[in-house]
């Protein structure tokens, strides 16, 4: 039997001291909580009575990490940080060992691998995030984990950087068991075992590799991961520490670990995607009101997530309130689909079900989950099966009088207290709220294609949308694993607004004479999986053109290149031409393939309208552009359509792919100084 399934005595249970970790709300290792916790263990080591020391977290979690605030201003001198604290439990002849529960991240987890060992409850969640916030693991994650799992299996999981369950941890040897029931019983038992410090250990490349694989498995690792100019500068800084794990005695390793954090933390990738950190915490915070703690003070945050929205309703089967549909069932929210069209109802059945299967034949899903899924969302001819939904969320035909046409019917059937959402992308919300006697409970919710994968969601106050109604969009939006930003009721809100003016640039410059596949590989050279045309594609060139005919005057571009694409029945991916032409051999039909003749075209309409050809650098052809965004941007703010420059990045890096690690356009721009162009 080993020592630590004995059972425990009570003389035994005195010897253990406990150390809860209690800086809410995650437990953050500040450095001021680390001078705290670092008495705290001084105390426990200097007394005698104390054998062990188990170090566990409360508010449902064990740690959070680092605080990252600590990161944005010089250390003060006398800082005491996690490495400080790891290092006193490192020179500890005690045993030390971690009861972790809820999540356990970053410097947290690193704190855990200080220890000899670790237990932890079944809802576990454990994870070094740092890669995401263009950090490396910076307190012994880079040293200590290639000697507890293997430097390959170590690897994969900081590049991630996602957290992985209690049972996964379990099976790739992060954490010594899953308590089954009192994780401090539990950890209070391991801590009879030996003193076992995981920095005594040598590094292994993995259990069926041979130590001579290590430069094969390094140079593998730099390969997969992107450039360093190109959003991969923290990937390489990592490999380059697991491989000094891997060459190098223990105290060299954390000596090169620390080097390689200190420059990271200064790097220009890491302030980026710490301000969209801190940015996408923000978005929830609306000035004079709003946020879920000031609307409903009483609620505990724990409490929050799961009261009010039992049951959504959607109406429109297209491929959008499909999309929408399955986002629900995915966060766990009965829902009801709504159409008139029997054929639709149909065809969004197939797609909801097939959506399931591709899940389940991807391992994402369990047939069982894909069933119960499936079983969550009610497809129906029937709008009476809407009264008892909380919130209805519209997503038919783009088209003013007919989206009139259904809020005055949802006004109707919905019970009163029900929140009436409007999917538009360019529609007064206003207009639609007129149609009912609750413009307090009217607002819009503008889901982006695919509604069940892409994370971002606009949430649009109209005029008379209550506080009370935006909290509870933002909650939702939580459940649905969404960033929801706030935007005024404005024509495109944020995103497609600031689009409009983007893709406007774009054909600017192709008048000029630059061509369409340049622009998009200069665009995609700093980071945007596509360029704007190419985008324009797949988004469809009909609906570029009726959103500019909806947006007013304002041509996109000063030619009629688009009308005449249209005209030609060149609408983009979907007619395997538009601005690029397609081929189904070449990318499955997705992958861009320059056409000369659209190139004639911009350059004949182009003369027609006197404008002469001009020769771009590819930085001025980026700067035009990012302009284009910025000025609209700065216009949206001005104007309160948008709250906040981080709200404005947070809906281009989760709606349109801006490379996070430049920290989207408002912040790109502030510290690059793009020239704005109006
Ligand atoms: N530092 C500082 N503040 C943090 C924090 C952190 N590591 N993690 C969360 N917070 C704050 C948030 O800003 C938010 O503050 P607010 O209430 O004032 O808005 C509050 O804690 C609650 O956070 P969330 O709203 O995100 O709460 P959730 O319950 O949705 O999520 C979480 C909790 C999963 C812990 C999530 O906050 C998270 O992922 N945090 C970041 C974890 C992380 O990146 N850790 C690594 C830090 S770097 C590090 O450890 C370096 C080391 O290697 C040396």
């Known amino acids: 039997m080993n020592p630590s399934d004995a059972p425990l005595d009570s003389a ?30 001084h105390a426990a080591h200097a007394d005698d009575a104390v054998q062990a020391i188990v170090i566990t977290g409360s508010h449902g979690l064990f740690s959070a990490g680092a605080d990252v605030n ?18 006193a439990i490192e020179a500890s002849v005690k045993v030390h060992v971690a009861a972790i529960e809820g999540n356990c991240l970053g410097g947290g987890l690193e704190l855990s691998l200080a220890c000899d060992y670790r237990a932890a409850t079944a809802d576990a969640k454990l994870g070094l995030p740092e890669i995401r916030l263009g950090l490396l693991p910076g307190a012994g994650g880079t040293q200590r984990l290639p000697r507890l799992i293997g430097a390959r299996a170590a690897l994969e999981f900081m590049l ?30 391991l801590a009879k075992g030996p003193k076992r410090r995981i920095s005594e250990r040598q590094a292994i490349i ?11 498995v390094v140079a593998q690792a730099h390969k997969m991961v992107p450039p360093e100019a190109n959003g991969g500068l923290a990937a390489h800084k990592l490999i380059d520490a697991v491989q000094a794990a891997v060459e190098l005695p223990f105290s060299f390793g954390i000596a090169r670990e620390s080097r390689l954090f200190d420059e990271l933390v200064r790097s220009e990738p890491s302030l980026a995607l710490r301000h969209v950190f801190f940015a996408e915490r923000e978005l929830s915070k609306i000035p004079g009101g709003s946020s879920f703690d000031e609307v409903y003070p009483e609620r505990s945050r724990g409490a929050r997530d799961d009261k009010g929205i039992e049951k959504v309703g959607v109406v429109g089967a297209g491929t959008m309130g499909s ?4 986002a629900f069932a995915q966060a766990g929210i009965p829902v009801v689909i709504v159409d008139n069209n029997d054929e639709a109802v149909d065809k969004a059945r197939q797609t909801v079900m097939g959506m399931f299967m591709y899940q389940v034949q991807m391992g994402r899903l369990t047939q069982e989950e894909a069933w119960k899924r499936g079983q969550s969302i009610q497809f129906t ?20 009088d007919v989206k009139r046409e259904v809020f005055r019917k949802l006004d109707a059937i919905a019970k009163p207290q029900a929140i009436l959402a409007s999917n538009t992308s360019t529609l007064d919300i206003d207009a639609l709220a007129r149609e009912t006697k609750r413009p307090d409970r009217v607002l819009g919710l503008h889901f982006f294609v695919p509604a069940n994968i892409m994370p971002l969601l606009e949430i649009v106050r109209g005029t008379e949308t209550s506080p009370e109604t935006i909290a509870t969009a933002f909650r939702l939006a939580k459940k649905l694993r969404k960033k929801g930003v706030l935007s005024g009721n404005a024509f495109g809100f944020i995103g497609n607004r600031m689009i409009f003016d983007y893709v406007q640039a774009a054909n600017a410059l192709a008048e000029e004479g630059v061509t369409p596949a340049r622009i998009d590989a200069v665009m995609k050279e700093f980071g945007f999986p596509m360029g704007p045309f190419a985008m324009s594609d797949l988004s469809g060139l009909d609906v570029g053109l009726a959103v500019q005919k909806a947006a007013g005057p304002q041509a996109i571009g000063r030619t009629n290149v688009l009308e005449r694409l249209v005209e030609a029945k060149r609408l983009g991916q979907k007619t395997m031409a538009g601005y690029f032409k397609y081929d189904k051999a070449v990318g499955k039909g997705r992958e861009p393939i320059r056409d000369p003749a659209v190139e004639e075209m911009f350059a004949e309409e182009a003369r027609k309208a006197g404008i002469a050809p001009r020769e771009y650098s590819d930085d001025e052809i980026r700067d035009r552009l990012l302009g284009a965004l910025v000025a609209r941007g700065e216009k949206l703010l001005e104007e309160g359509v948008a709250l906040r420059p981080g709200d404005i990045d947070i809906v281009y890096v989760y709606g349109y792919g801006f490379p996070p690690h430049h920290g989207g356009p408002m912040w790109y721009a502030a510290h690059q100084r793009v020239p704005v162009h109006a």
Do not use: H
């Not at 970790?21 to 290792?29: E, K, Q, T, W, Y």
């Not at 999309?323 to 399955?326: Q, T, Y």
């Not at 001819?381 to 003013?400: C, G, R, S």
């Open 70 to 87: 600590d990161f944005q201003s010089e250390m003060p001198p006398n800082a005491v940080t996690i490495r400080d604290v790891i290092a």
């Open 206 to 216: 993995a259990k069926d590799l041979p130590m001579q694989a290590a430069p094969y």
């Open 381 to 400: 001819d029937d709008w009476k099966e809407l009264a008892d939904a909380d919130v209805i969320v519209e997503a038919v035909f783009e088209n003013l």
């Open 12 to 41: 035994w249970g005195d010897a253990v001291r406990v150390l809860t970790l209690d800086n809410p709300p995650v437990n953050a290792l500040s450095f001021a909580y680390c001078a705290k916790l670092l008495a705290e263990l």
């Open 160 to 189: 991630k950087g996602s957290s992985v369950s209690a049972e996964r941890a379990l099976e790739l040897g992060i954490i010594d068991e899953i308590a089954p029931s009192d994780l401090l019983e539990r950890a209070k038992a």
């Open 323 to 326: 999309g929408i549909a399955i």
